[in-house]
């Protein structure tokens, strides 16, 4: 990147390789964030959407009803899903009220875009001292304001993983990283992550069962494991 040193670089390089172990996708998500042509969705990605979107699938059929998107992002572990951005951001995807796979990863890729623009707003309201970054604090408060209840230690881990420089404060494409690996991990630190591997076990063998035609009322499944199975 331009303005860094080469030290810097080499700093950079060293703190993305290991932050692969915890999200295969950094590559792909910094080059979004870079606005590189190169962004597209990756297999990672398309592969959990597509297993997510198969439960909302007509019969017989490969497509999906734009009435199900919002749920759909639900389940993928987005925040803050508006049902009016989401049925604008799919008509201008498709004019068809049903979208195939391939109509289905434009939407993804387009909403994604959107939500780093909701993320960019959200990081400069939050960003107190207007210096361009967040420290812890401004981070959990950050975090609080979309939803998640992070604990200070997953705070920090999570901060240690995404932190490139290594400076103990988040630039946006940190705090963009952070989001991304908050949602592959489901908000928890990498030791909660292993230690309840069996409840989401669990979870993904009752979601086999899932019919999107007749959701349960008490669903709990959309973005994180109820408190109650983690105790």
Do not use: C, W
Request: proline fraction near 2%.
């Amino acid at each position: 990147m331009p303005g860094l040193s080469r030290q810097q670089m080499r700093q950079r390089r060293s703190s993305i390789k290991k932050l692969r172990a915890s999200l295969p996708d950094v590559d792909t998500v910094l080059a979004r964030i870079q606005g590189s042509d190169k962004a597209d969705l990756s297999k990672g990605e398309k592969a959990r959407m597509k297993a997510i979107s198969k439960r909302f699938r007509f019969q017989d059929s490969n497509e999906i009803h734009k009435d199900d998107l919002s749920q759909i992002l639900k389940h993928l572990g987005f925040i803050h899903v508006k049902d009016e951005d989401v049925k604008r951001i799919a008509t201008e995807t498709s004019q068809y009220a049903s979208m195939d796979e391939s109509d289905f990863y434009e939407f993804m890729a387009r909403y994604g875009k959107y939500e780093h623009a909701q993320f960019k707003e959200v990081f400069d309201a939050f960003d107190e001292d207007g210096n361009g970054e967040l420290d812890k604090e401004e981070i959990l408060k950050f975090l609080t304001h979309l939803g998640y209840t992070p604990l200070r230690s997953t705070i920090k881990e999570a901060m240690h993983l995404v932190d490139l420089n290594e400076d103990g404060t988040l630039q946006f494409e940190e705090v963009v990283l952070l989001m991304h690996l908050y949602r592959n991990s489901e908000g928890f630190s990498q030791g909660e992550v292993q230690r309840f591997t069996t409840v989401f076990e669990e979870e993904q063998r009752r979601m086999i069962g899932f019919t999107a035609q007749a959701p349960a009322a008490n669903d709990t499944t959309d973005d994180m494991v109820p408190a109650a199975r983690l105790t």
